[in-house]
């Protein structure tokens, strides 16, 4: 059985040089260690090929967190951080060098956290060497990240090698975007205010858009983002979550299985995007040479180490249907892209209009409501409604007012933590809801499959945009076909 409170553990990292453990884990590591949301007698151990010894790991996080971490570091932190750690020289395709790690778990009776901060390839042989030695029973867990394969299949393949040693419940796949507060809000938002529990369906709704905007290129990761596009990079984990969460029925509890539950069930209702209706729903694009902040930047296939000749999307819009009964009818706008104007991750319900518009004398045309929420940055929301100018004329004058809600202006404006400090300390406590079960990933490749299929049939060129742009003009067909428009700020 899982145990749900904070417990001593020992994080045991594989990949401890990684990028990802220097950008994210370990900065995320030393805040918990700073609000002292570790347990006491929790250790952190690093593994690698490596001939280290602790002191020299030492020396490696200090470095790190200097580079990585947005604050000046505290002694008083670092120091406690220090005596948790450890490091395991062990090479992962060596199944006998897993005795060392035993020896050093076996030194505690702690609940073991492994984190696969490795490429998917090295995963069938990290789970062999750690079940040689006993080291996947239960109530152990292993924390995977993405890419977790590049397809249906490569994700079933990936899936099934790590669940021949452990079982889905000791299993967290992370998609850090669920670590975001504001993501979390949405249940809160969507569930506890009847305001919108009752009007969140295809009666009261028109449209939404979800936008998911980056001004960075492809920070030197040229060979791993190439294989994969923005498709496979951003729409097949993040956006679909933040659609699945947008959309699901209100689950019976906030249980894992239960969210879990209402989040397949819309994943298995997505229309289906193939040869025949792609051209209609899909547009993907590239971002060629532009100016962002001033500064020029170079085309994707300028980007160091590039294929002139490749084909990869760095942008997508889609135009997304839910078949079922709530969503009838209603068309979900989603669009993510690198080298866009401004780091943006927001979704936009736009109501309907009342149906007679009884201010029509003097506003012709009445603008609907919309609700703007603002995941990153500047986290909070916007309620956009109608409201009479004040004047002693006897005419409504209506104007389009914001109601505004912004964490940086409450007394919470230092709650927002990073999604990998949230997400580590949920692993430790092993509760399991932000985190993507086997069924929800499958299930996402099913539908992402069918449009790269249909994709890579078509054998053309993704449209150029400049950088610095909203993305290719026929994104904004691909709305303005339905006579509507994307939302930008
Ligand atoms: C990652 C992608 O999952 O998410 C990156 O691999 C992307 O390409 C990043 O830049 C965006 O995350 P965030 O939290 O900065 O929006």
Redesign the pocket.
């Known amino acids: 059985m899982i145990s749900k409170i904070n417990q001593a553990c020992d994080l045991v990292i594989f990949g401890a040089k990684g990028d990802l453990t220097r950008r994210k884990l370990l900065p995320a590591l030393y805040q918990l260690e700073k609000f002292n949301k570790l347990h006491k007698n929790t250790r952190i151990i690093g593994v690698g090929r490596a001939d280290w010894n602790k002191n020299f790991f030492h020396s490696f996080v200090k470095e790190s967190l200097e580079i990585f971490m947005k604050e000046k570091l505290n002694d008083y932190f670092l120091k406690k951080l220090f005596l948790r750690l450890d490091f395991c020289n062990l090479d992962v395709k060596n199944t006998n060098d897993f005795i060392k790690l035993q020896i050093i778990l076996s030194q505690k009776n702690n609940t073991i956290i492994n984190y696969f901060a490795v490429p998917p390839n090295l995963f069938s042989s990290i789970c062999q060497g750690l079940s040689k030695n006993q080291l996947n029973l239960s109530p152990t867990r292993i924390v995977m990240e ?1 890419p977790l394969g590049t397809s249906l299949k490569t994700s079933q393949k990936i899936n099934n090698q790590v669940s021949k040693y452990f079982k889905e419940h000791q299993i967290f796949r992370i998609d ?2 669920l670590g975001k507060e504001t993501i979390l809000n949405l249940l809160s938002l969507r569930f506890s205010n009847i305001l919108f529990f009752n009007n969140w369906n295809n009666k009261i709704i028109d449209h939404v858009q979800i936008t ?1 905007a ?1 001004q ?1 290129g ?1 920070e030197g ?1 040229w060979g791993y ?1 190439d294989q994969s596009g923005q498709i496979r ?2 729409l097949q ?2 956006l679909l979550q933040i659609l699945t969460i947008v959309t699901m029925s209100p689950p019976e509890n906030l249980n894992a299985n239960n969210i879990r539950k209402e989040k397949i069930k819309i994943l298995q209702s997505l229309r289906h995007i193939n040869d025949a209706n792609f051209d209609k729903n899909v547009v993907l694009g590239q971002y060629s040479a532009g100016t962002l902040n001033g500064i020029e930047v170079p085309s994707y296939i300028d980007e160091n180490g590039a294929n002139k000749k490749s084909k990869t999307e760095t942008f997508v819009a889609i135009k997304v249907n839910i078949d079922n009964k709530k969503w009838a009818g209603i068309p979900f706008y989603l669009r993510t892209g690198k080298r866009l104007p401004v780091k943006c ?1 927001k979704i936009v319900i736009f109501f309907k209009k009342p149906i007679k518009n009884l201010f029509d004398n003097h506003n012709k045309i009445l603008p609907s409501n919309k609700l703007v929420i603002k995941l ?1 940055p500047n986290e909070g929301f916007t309620l956009q409604v109608l409201n009479k100018i004040p004047s002693l004329n006897s005419e409504y004058i209506l104007d389009n007012i914001d109601l505004n809600f912004k964490y940086s202006d409450t007394i919470y404006k230092n709650n927002l933590s990073d ?1 990998y400090e949230r997400l580590l300390l949920e692993s430790m406590k092993g509760i399991q809801t932000l985190f993507v079960s086997k069924k929800e990933i499958e299930e996402s490749w099913k539908w992402i499959d069918l449009i790269i299929d249909a994709w890579n049939k078509k054998n053309e060129f993704p449209a150029l945009y400049k950088s610095g742009t909203w993305g290719p003009d026929e994104s904004e067909k691909i709305i303005q076909q339905d006579a509507r428009i994307w939302h930008n700020d």
Do not use: C, T
Request: net charge neutral; hydrophobic share 30%.
């Open positions: 993405k850090h975007y998911v980056e960075v492809i990761r983002f990079d951003m984990n993040h991750s990153q999604s």
